[in-house]
């Protein structure tokens, strides 16, 4: 008969039973009946409304950032080189 040995005093935890889960906020907008439905973390009948409207903000910033990204002009002007500067033109 083999026994374990709990040392770390985590309930027999594993190590990876103690990684942060993902939090999901999920939004979603029916086609054929324009409702919109919302899934967030909560306990199921109530939300975490701070922790919804920071994922939000959050997401709002995000989408920002990107647009601002994409939309920069992808054109890179050369530096001037020091031996061009002083060149002698005849």
Do not use: Y
Request: charged letters at 25%.
């Amino acid at each position: 008969m083999v026994e374990e040995i709990n040392i770390g005093g985590n309930g027999g935890a594993k190590p990876e039973d103690n990684k942060p889960k993902d939090i999901v906020l999920t939004i979603t907008l029916s086609r054929e009946t324009q409702q919109l439905s919302v899934q967030g973390p909560g306990n199921g009948q109530m939300f975490d409304e701070p922790m919804c409207f920071w994922m939000l903000h959050k997401a709002q910033k995000f989408i920002e950032a990107m647009n601002v990204r994409m939309n920069q002009a992808s054109l890179v002007v050369p530096k001037p080189r020091i031996k061009d500067i002083f060149r002698r033109r005849r």
